[in-house]
T-cell receptor, first 117, second 109 residues
């Protein structure tokens, strides 16, 4: 299995500021994913981050607002820029890992709960 | 377009009763289907996947391609099954997973 650590676990942020969320994995993984889970809603994929290349963003998400770094195979950061109250959400880091006969498994971090005031 | 629909936001059953959490999907190819579970104060984790055809914690799910469904079932619910359950789909050969809105299961004593 893969163990994922996310920091911060929660934070209260002033509107207009930016916050960087860190995601550390205890194993080397090719793909890391960032999801957003807004209150009462499901998980929405923000982007996929591969080491050594630019992140691939989903429709509705742009690099200027959510810049992502992936400097190595065990670490990634997501920055939420120029925050507004609409960015209040849980941000989840996840990875695919395993390679068993049943395929890879997706593992999730505990999430970073951001509240923008 | 890929879509996962979980029609029930909340499902409440008594302990020992059968439980079925519904999941329907929309996808033109052959998807991989999963159920994820999030217990209180824990992180989201994989419960089972259709290609394994396994039973985990008494739960099973059968992929019905004709009805495009992947309902999660358990014959006798336990209080510890109370959690948030998400159905998820990944396209074959792809790497993106999309999630349904989730169903909160509450098992009453």
């Amino acid at each position: 299995s893969a163990v994922i650590s996310q920091k911060p676990s929660r934070d209260i942020c002033q509107r207009g500021t930016s916050l960087t969320i860190q995601c550390q994995v205890d194993s080397q993984v090719t793909m890391m994913f960032w999801y957003r889970q807004q209150p009462g809603q499901s998980l929405t994929l923000i982007a996929t981050a591969n080491q050594g290349s630019e992140a691939t963003y989903e429709s509705g998400f742009v690099i200027d607002k959510f810049p992502i770094s992936r400097p190595n195979l065990t670490f990634s950061t997501l920055t939420v820029s120029n925050m507004s109250p609409e960015d209040s959400s849980i941000y989840l880091c996840s990875v695919e890992y395993g390679g068993t006969t049943s395929g890879n498994t997706i593992y999730f971090g505990e999430g970073s709960w951001l509240t923008v005031v | 377009a890929q879509r996962v629909t979980q029609p029930e936001k909340l499902l409440s059953v008594f302990k020992g009763a059968p439980v079925e959490l519904k999941c329907n999907y929309s996808y033109s190819g052959s998807p991989e289907l999963f159920w994820y579970v999030q217990y209180s104060r824990q992180r989201l984790q994989l419960l089972l996947r259709h290609i394994s055809r396994e039973s985990i914690k008494g739960f099973t799910a059968d992929l019905n391609k004709g009805e495009t469904s992947f309902h999660l079932k358990k014959p006798f619910a336990q209080e510890e099954d109370s959690a948030m359950y998400y159905c998820a789909l990944r396209n074959t050969g792809g790497f993106k997973t999309i999630f349904g809105a989730g169903t909160r299961l509450f098992v009453k004593a």
